[in-house]
């Protein structure tokens, strides 16, 4: 029933559908060179004929029960509406908006006129009238952004007559409505059913994140948008933009608006302020937090062309060799840029969080460069030119911290023993004995963010969503207390080989195994069930 | 200039653009898992301001001239015509459409009106005002196929005041058009621009095909259609339409409808007579030849669907399993029911090859059933199963001899020692050792199509390109003659993991690599040079 429902919304697209591009089948034309991947049995697809309900949910909530009872939801009368008790009023924008979407993925733009033409009575199925959004806190947080301390926890009946989600917060009934709508399919003749059901949900980890690169290559605000769209189908709850980089620097900046004049590609591959304005409430209005990622010192090229004296001049054999390298961090002028460069940063992202790098530091610069030495010799540093980057970074986390923002910072930076705020965040990128770079980060009371087995731009034959998907992220040695610290993850995909081309397909439903990872319980992990209901989800993903 | 002209192209179509996605950097997070993908220089894309004309051709043409020396073209005047003396009148559809065609790809849709805006005197470049176009054979083919012999080859100059292209046959001119519209460029300011350039231009190999697979995951038309678009731009002259396997029967049989009606994923996902008329004729205007594949014996499990009988049925201990193995060799009736279908498929299809398949026959169903040993015995093929896939596969090859069709086969139906027409072509896939198997295939005197390097369905990070662009065909032990036996390559997008979602962005611009393997001459092999002219190349095609 769903695989029809879908054909009508795949053609709408411009698309057929087609069973999931994930299958594989036991015949090919030789072996794929890496590994085999081994074929579903043509049965597998059987089974979707006679799908019970939780087949086609993405993630899997944490507590539901379904019932074999279905009700029948009549487009042209159904309702999402604010319930009794409920803190949020129609004047919640954010609530509204979230109606209109969800009332549209169930139903679709161009069927609200095909209810009329079969009367209901034509079906023993009772109706389901409405769904009742109940928001309990006090202020439901309309206006608010999302934050890592929000509620996303609901509770959702679906009893005749009426379905009733409930949320302490805004954000826990947006979670609520996607999976309601998950739950909504629609049979052979048209008809649109939901299953009698309860469900009680909240995500296993709080920070659930995709990181897109728009510094290789520059991705329209469609494709972000796009992207923001898909998160949420999947619960994700933080883009982390890693807005700027070597390669280009397309953040229109307010103060310094050279940077992107002469860092970008071009003046037209640029974010204006309105650009920025737009990702962040589209993305707040799905529950979505936009954290920034500015990173220094190094993976700064693109920041030189427009900040005279901003980076270190690169020497050779004494003589200027007409490049540069990282920031360069023994200047005062340096820090008098960055305190204005993210007091304006602070002020246009609204998140309690930015992200300030900190990877990847070649020192090769520092080193031949004399002035460098020479300010090493006197602040003490001996040769050891981690602790030069440690100096620079401590002066950026105390600039950040005077502007009332947490912190998060690739690992090095606390590899590199800089004195950290207790409130930072380390990410953990490094594949190699991620689980041990985890324990220590959280052995020395720090939270700490998984990227490393989430690198989705790297690419491979078959069906590697399973590899991503059967990461356990607390499979690191520690207390329970070390546990606790690791708030969520990340999928990463990094923009060398990424534009608005290719980023869809080659990022969803792949990032989808990380989405059901960080939110579902830590018990959710039969990939033949997690197949089933990832095909469905694509299916009405497209 | 290109960069700015593609922008606007870009833009049209909901794109923007950016520097190719094949671009690598040097520095990034982490090392790739698999190898190092050395990055250009970012001096790379600097050439591409001062770029000659030659920067932007793909494939490149065998010997081309060009001079600094520019002309200009004003949208709103400049014509495509027949030129004197040609056998083509304005009566040739083939043409006249092409011209359309190709004046949209250089001017826009858009663009007609613009030309105006600026008098065309304010510039010094003296104008080019038609490209005269030449046909120079009795009959110019405008009704015709394309076919393994046809005439590829044309003459083009571009000098004041007419630019004259001649070809042979229309073939050619299409050819030749395409490499026309790639010189011209659109410059800072929206002028369209011509150097003065002469061109001499001929395929290196005649066959150079893109095989599509529809039974895996079936493929809208829409994505077959824009496919060939790229192969035209691409200068290839084969869609090898592997229509039907395993997983489903989307071709639509006029004299056995159950077998899509049955044996495809649904009644939707079908290619209906008129679709695959449409996509032949939508070929046939492009310069690209059809080639359907039927493969039997093995791939046929959808056509146990809606054919009865067809398949062997396969035993465990001496009872039925109810599961079928390949088509059953040893009944009349197949041989009844194949030289009827193939009666069929000889008539819808034109073209003068038909691909009959014949890889991976796995032996195991044949043998556990009793009847099939009993045949064995009777033909006295002893225990020798390959006998038996010969046996059929020597029928099926005559049934096909008889509609006057020549064939092309896997390589283990030469492997598996059929007496094969001499005028059979032999397809070679496997991987592992396959200049080995051209020595083979044309040592016995058969036609060979190289596949084996180029499955571009197996995916890698990186600019895995540049291993299917340093495939040198004739790298095989064999004389002379033998080498001229090897007619040409295929780029295999088999339908595992491809469906309308992800399949231009995973076969594009990674097969044009392939494209000018097999137009280009020997000696083009600069990697740099490939890599700049390919960036252009895929801007172009955006």
């Known amino acids: 029933a769903m695989g029809k429902a879908m054909g009508l919304v795949g053609l709408l697209l411009g698309l057929v559908l087609v069973p999931a591009v994930l299958v594989s089948t036991s015949l090919r034309h030789g072996a794929p060179p890496t590994e085999a991947v081994p074929g579903p049995a043509p049965a597998d697809w059987e089974l979707a004929v006679d799908a019970v309900p939780e087949d086609s949910l993405w993630p899997l909530p944490q507590w539901l029960h379904t019932s074999p009872r279905q009700l029948q939801l009549a487009p042209g009368r159904f309702q999402l509406v604010h319930g009794a008790g409920s803190s949020a009023q129609p004047s919640c924008g954010l609530l509204q908006d979230a109606f209109r979407r969800y009332y549209e993925y169930m139903f679709g733009h161009s069927r609200r006129r095909r209810w009329g033409r079969r009367p209901l009575a034509a079906r023993a199925e009772p109706e389901l009238s409405e769904l009742q959004v109940v928001i309990e806190a006090p202020d439901p947080g309309c206006e608010s952004y999302p934050h890592l301390g929000s509620s996303e926890a609901y509770h959702l009946t679906v009893t ?6 409930k949320a302490y917060e805004v954000w826990g009934a947006l979670r609520g409505l996607e999976t309601f709508s998950q739950l909504v399919h629609e049979d052979d003749y048209g008809s649109f059913l939901v299953n009698e059901s309860e469900i009680n949900d909240f995500p296993r980890f709080a920070h659930r994140g995709i990181l897109l690169d728009t510094s290789r290559h520059y991705l329209p605000l469609k494709s972000i948008l796009t992207n923001l769209d898909a998160m949420a189908f999947n619960k994700f709850n933080v883009l982390h933009w890693h807005i700027v980089d070597d390669q280009s620097f397309p953040y229109q900046s307010i103060y310094f608006p050279e940077l992107s004049d002469k860092g970008a590609y071009s003046c037209n591959l640029i974010y204006t302020p309105a650009d920025v304005r737009l990702v962040i409430e589209y993305a707040r209005l799905r529950g979505i937090r936009v954290i920034p990622e500015f990173d220094t010192p190094g993976h700064t090229q693109s920041w030189g062309k427009g900040q005279k004296d901003l980076l270190t001049p690169c020497y050779n054999k004494g003589q200027p060799t007409g490049s540069f390298g990282p920031i360069n961090p023994i200047l005062n002028t340096t ?13 246009v992202f609204p998140d309690a969080y930015i992200h300030l790098g900190g990877d990847e530091v070649d020192f090769s610069c520092w080193k031949s460069n004399r002035e460098v030495k020479e300010f090493m010799k006197k602040q003490g540093f001996g ?30 930076v606390f590899d590199h023993k800089a004195q950290l705020k207790p409130d930072t965040v380390v990410e953990v990128w490094m594949a190699n004995n991620y689980a041990h770079e985890l ?10 963010v998984l990227a490393a087995p989430w690198y989705l731009d790297y690419i491979s034959y078959g069906q590697d969503w399973k590899k991503y998907y059967s990461v356990e992220p607390l ?13 969520g993850g990340e999928a990463c995909l990094w923009g060398e080989f990424v534009d608005a081309t290719n980023l869809t397909p080659r990022l969803w439903p792949r990032a989808s195994a990380v989405g059901e990872r960080l939110w579902s ?3 959710v992990t039969d990939l033949q069930d997690a197949f089933r209901r990832l095909t469905s989800h694509r299916c009405r993903m497209l």
Do not use: C
């Open 475 to 487: 499979d690191f040695p520690g207390s329970e207390e070390q546990k606790k610290l690791l708030i």
């Open 335 to 347: 820090y008098d840029f960055m305190t204005k460069f993210f007091k304006e940063i602070s002020s």
């Open 521 to 523: 319980s830590r018990n």
């Open 383 to 412: 040769s050891d030119y981690a602790k030069l980057e440690s100096y620079y970074i401590q002066h950026i986390l105390d600039i950040v911290s005077s502007y009332n923002k947490g912190q998060i910072i690739w690992q090095e």
């Open 439 to 448: 324990s220590s980060v959280t052995g020395a009371g720090f939270s700490a």
């Open 160 to 165: 005749e007559p009426v379905a009733v989600l």
